[in-house]
């Protein structure tokens, strides 16, 4: 089962049916059931842990998440794609782009608004690793390697900025005594990884604690779990060789992050009544529903695939070799698919349950729906295209070079 939710279409698809059966769930006549479960109190009073089931998926299993994500940051900056920046400098400008652009979008929409209207300037800035990949990975049968590593690079350097963005834009009252109490738990947890330490019962409340501590201090509890990854060595020299703790924790904790976590997360987050169509109308209409939807869908395009032009044209770094502009233009539309980290910046900017964070909602889901599917297109026709030129290679290749034609 654990091999089954290790692969990234698998986490996809689920993060899909938990955000399709809650919006579902949400638009029926039982939808009061579903807005009870989420707003269900669990926790003790005492340590302000007192929380709504769906507070508890953003701030403590959406943790989780980010956890994985650090690890993967750690790897690829130390022993990935990000650690030579020559070959990296062409994608990380582009997630530069891809986070910027939809920015200047959506406050270019809602200027005339003004005020609270413009606090969701970060809501179309954030790409979905995980549903961007797993849908390359189900179209994508014969997409050059490249191609990958370039939507994985994007990405990661995406949620690295968007975590930063969090981190710094929507912290409201920050308590540095908590803060800095943080630090204590988490230089000890850092420092039993860096020992090779292992043992669950001392690694995991060393983690819970930190998390306590970051969920006290006022910075979002997401936070925690990146700092956390970022502590564990991607490679450790023992005397029988070299561990890859980073790697191994991330095989190990993939499952329950992709197979657990982001589906709940996505089931509370994502179930908003709309209303019916007028209801959808009325969303869809809104200011700040249209700079999310236009951000994700035209935003990311012009930020991805314009920086990567500009990179490509004016400076000494390059395209892959085995990438055409065409391939570009489908990772830049696939970026365009803001889901769980949009969705959990809405809440952040608008409070969770308000009528601008149930637009917010509606608007990534559209904007997304959208993005996902001009991909789709754009990268199902490459598909085809490097799919014949892989049996014209291997019919080639069967008659020692010569084409087909000839041999007849």
Known sequence: ???????????????????????????????????SLRDTTVGPSALHLDLSLGTWAADGLLAIFFFVVGLELKREFVAGDLRDLRRAAVPITAAV??????????????????????????????????????????????????????????????????????????????????????????????????????????LVPLAALTWF?????????????????????????????????????????????????VPIFAFFAAGVTIGGLDGLGEALRDPI????????????VVGIFGVTYLMARFTRAHLDEGLSWLDVLGVALLGGIGFTVSLLIGDLAYGAGTVAADHIKVAVLVGSLTAALAASVVLRSRNRAYRRIAELETVDADHDGIPDVYQR
């Open 97 to 202: 782009g891809g986070m910027a652009v939809p920015a200047v979008v959506f406050v270019a929409v809602n200027l005339r608004g003004g005020g609270d209207a413009l606090a969701g300037w970060a809501v179309p800035t954030a790409t979905d690793i995980a549903f961007a990949v797993a849908i390359l990975a189900v179209i994508g049968t014969h997409l050059p390697a490249a191609l990958r590593t370039f939507l994985l690079t994007l990405a990661v350097v995406d949620d690295l900025l968007a975590v930063t963005v969090i981190a710094v834009f929507y912290t409201d009252d920050l308590d540095f005594v908590y803060l800095g109490l943080a630090l204590l738990p988490l230089l000890a947890f850092a420092l039993a990884v860096q020992r090779g330490i292992r043992f669950w019962w001392l």
């Open 289 to 300: 529903s249209i700079g999310v939807v236009a951000g994700l869908v035209l935003g990311k």
């Open 213 to 261: 501590l970051v969920h006290e201090s006022g910075v979002h509890a997401t936070v925690a779990g990146v700092l956390l990854g970022f502590t564990v060595p991607v490679a450790r020299r023992t005397r029988t060789g070299t561990e890859a703790m980073a790697e191994q924790f991330e095989h190990r904790l993939r499952p329950l992050s992709a197979g657990v976590a």
């Open 1 to 35: 089962m654990t091999e089954i939710l290790r692969k990234e279409t698998v986490g996809g698809v689920l993060l899909l049916i938990g955000a399709l059966v809650a919006l579902i769930w949400a638009n029926t006549p039982w939808s009061d059931a579903y807005h």
